[in-house]
Nanobody
Framework: QVQLVESGGGLVQVGDSLRLSCAAS????????LGWFRQAPGLDREFVAA????????YYPASMVGRAAVSRDNAKKMVFLEIKSLKPEDTAVYYC????????????????WGQGTQVTVSS
């Protein structure tokens, strides 16, 4: 079983870019697909990005295409999320997550979660 810890959140301004990191420990990192989700106050947890375990295939919702980029470093057991052109509606707690096997855009498919990191986009 892998454990996850996010970092890199903070207060940023509209139009900025931000890079979030997620460090894994335990387990065999290479066997897991990784997902990024976010949750804003009063809203459900929302899919942001995912990266597959067998290759570098990425999966984004339509709203994130061209604006989000997910990557992984298996040697360092880390996964990253970059978001550019940040908007106030990007304000949320961002979570990294893991599941064995093929990636998914559904939060319910992931059974391992980090503690979350707050991203606040101000104007």
């Amino acid at each position: 079983q892998v454990q996850l810890v996010e970092s890199g959140g903070g207060l940023v301004q509209v139009g900025d870019s931000l890079r979030l990191s997620c460090a894994a420990s335990g387990g065999d990192f290479s066997l897991y697909s990784l997902g990024w989700f976010r949750q804003a106050p009063g809203l459900d947890r929302e899919f942001v990005a995912a990266i597959n375990y067998r290759n570098d295939n990425k999966y984004y919702p339509a709203s994130m295409v061209g604006r989000a980029a997910v990557s992984r470093d298996n040697a360092k057991k880390m996964v990253f999320l970059e978001i550019k052109s940040l908007k106030p509606e990007d304000t949320a707690v961002y979570y990294c997550s893991a599941k064995e096997g093929r990636y998914s855009g559904s939060a319910s498919d992931y059974d391992i979660w980090g503690q979350g990191t707050q991203v606040t986009v101000s104007s």
